[in-house]
Each structure stands twice: as C-alpha cells, then as structure tokens.
C-alpha cells in the first residue's frame, strides 16, 4: 500500500467524509439532530395555528380541574346526605355559579367530578381503538392472499354495522362499570382507523426500501415491526385526538341512556338525570345546558387539535 493510499476504515469505526479531509460523521448526532429540527419546525407550525393553541389550551384546563378536582370540591359535596339545606333546582348565582340539581349538589361540582371519568374513558377507548385499528390495519395492507381478504372482510363487516348499536348491546350485556364503557367503545370503533393505516400501508410497502428489504431476506415481523408500523405511527397519532372526540360522545350518550355506572360522576349521566326530571321542559335550562357545553368544548378542541396535527404531517392539508 503506497503511502498516498488511505488506510480502509476499521469495522465500527465512524465514517468519514471526503469532502471535509477525512473528518468523523458522527450518524446518531446527525439523527438526533434532524429529529430536533423537525420537532422544532413541527411546534412552530403548531404555534402558528391559532385555533389549535386554543384548544390545546382548553384541553389543558380540562385535564387540570379533573386532576385537581379532590382539592377543588371533595367527595363530601357530591354526598346527598350533606345537602339536605342546599336549594333545589337553584338557578345560577353568585352562590351557586352553575346551579343545582333536584339534590342540592352544585353543578359546578358534579362537571369537575364528571370531567375525570369522561376524559378518561375517551381517552382510555381511544387508545383501545387506535391499537386495534393500527395491527389490522397493517395486517390487512401487508398480507395478500387469503389471510388478507378474511382481514379486509372482518373490517368491512365493522364499518356497515352501526358502532353505537353495537356499544348498547356489548353495555347491555356486560357488568355495568367504567371499564365495561371502555371495551364497548373501542371494540366498536376501530375500523375507520383500520382503513386509514391499511391505505397508508398500502402506499409504503409500495416504496423502493421496502422491496430492497425484502430483497436481503427481511421477515415479515421485520419489515411490519421496523419499516411499516413507523411508517404509519404520525398518521395514527393524528387520527387519535380526532378520534377522542367521538369516545367521549359515545361515553355521554351510552350514559345518557342509563347504559354507564350510575355510582360514577360523568357528564352524561349529568344529562341522563336532567332528562329523568325533564329538565327541558321544566325550565332547569343550567341542567343542561352545563354539561352540554361541556362535552361540546373538549370535543371540539380535541378535533382543533387532531386537525392541526394532520395538516403538520400532511402537508397538502395545510393551504386548505
């Protein structure tokens, strides 16, 4: 070997650049780099949504009170035994700022309550749905064939039938409780989220790495665990906050028909008693009037939220 010739690298050791007279190109700083910049890019644009900072701002406060909802109001005021001198059906007031109900609670009191098992059930549904919809998604994308049809029929089968009749049904056969909410919601609305990452299945195994892999011998744990499910994992996360919407719409009104725990705090059994003492019609308008703009509230700023989010990582969406 001349002494002109470059000595070859070592295995392990770090590339060089020619361009720069052999200097060390250090691949994982460079990545966490380019994943900075990215994050980076993706919160100004998400700053610059001003729909989207209000309601991530409204979500936040939501979250807050459910958290801090024992400090704010203990248990003590949702107890009928200690309202026996508070008001009924008292209007909204400087002592009663929502009103109360035909107990004598606050109002104000039950939505704080309320807002922890209605966010949570969302959310918890949401994250059921979403890995659900996530692995027959790719498995429908991926896999030809028999196995493949079968997969497509099962979805298929899911978007014809009507999801919040299939949540009655599965509430009215199982205990009733929080978490029998939760299965009945997410085991009936996965499907739209198993078309959406099928699609975007379909239009990655279809680039050139993807073959390249199957080329050197990749299995299929391989190419669906490393190539496709990162793939499509930002398209996921996006459809989940527009997906939380729907959850806690469904939780209202499976409570709302006198599906959900009646022992538990939630904005609709709020709305199912203001129904039972026909609130409506009787002039309780704070009864509810409350719990809807409460509901109305996180929901749209869930879908604010999801919506700036699929235009950060489809980029089409954002002149729209």
């Known amino acids: 070997m001349s002494a002109n010739t470059p000595a070859e690298a070592a295995p392990g050791s770090p590339d060089r650049d ?15 780099e380019r994943r900075l910049n990215n994050a980076k890019r993706n919160w100004a644009l998400f700053r ?16 807050v009170i459910a958290l801090a909802a024992p400090l704010i109001a203990p248990a003590t005021m949702l107890d009928v035994t200690q309202q026996l001198e508070a008001p009924r059906y008292a209007p909204p007031s400087l002592d009663h700022p929502l009103g109360t109900d035909g107990l004598g609670r606050e109002l104000w ?37 028999l196995f493949g049809g079968i997969i497509m029929r099962i979805i298929d089968f899911f978007i ?41 299945t379909l239009s ?12 050197l011998g990749a299995g299929h744990r391989h190419i669906l665990f490393r190539h496709l499910l990162p793939a499509v994992m930002p398209l996921v996360l996006a459809n989940t906050t527009l997906t939380v919407g729907g959850a806690i719409i469904a939780e209202s009104t499976l409570s709302f028909l006198g599906l959900g725990d009646t022992s538990k705090e939630s904005w609709g059994t709020i709305l199912k008693n203001s129904m039972d003492v026909s609130a409506a019609t009787s002039g309780y308008w704070w009864y509810v009037l409350t719990p809807g703009i409460a509901i109305l ?9 999801g919506r700036a989010l699929e235009a950060i990582i489809n980029p089409a969406l954002r002149s729209r």
């Open 18 to 32: 020619p361009r720069d007279g052999g200097a060390a190109i250090d691949g994982a700083k460079l990545v966490r």
């Open 48 to 63: 610059s949504d001003a729909p989207a900072v209000v309601g991530a701002l409204v979500l936040l406060f939501f979250v």
């Open 109 to 145: 009191v039950r939505i704080l309550w309320g807002a922890r098992v209605s966010i949570l059930v969302g959310v918890a549904a949401t994250v059921m749905s979403m890995v659900i919809g996530t692995i027959m998604g790719l498995a429908a994308g991926h896999f030809s064939g």
């Open 160 to 200: 014809v039938l009507p999801s919040l009749l299939l949540a009655i049904v599965l509430s009215s056969v199982l205990e009733r409780g929080v978490f029998t909410i939760v299965i009945a919601i997410g085991l009936t609305s996965w499907a739209s989220t198993a078309r959406i990452v099928r699609s975007q």
């Open 204 to 215: 990655v195994e279809s680039r050139l790495y993807i073959e390249r892999a199957r080329i």
């Open 297 to 305: 509230l996180v929901v749209l700023a869930f879908t604010m939220v």
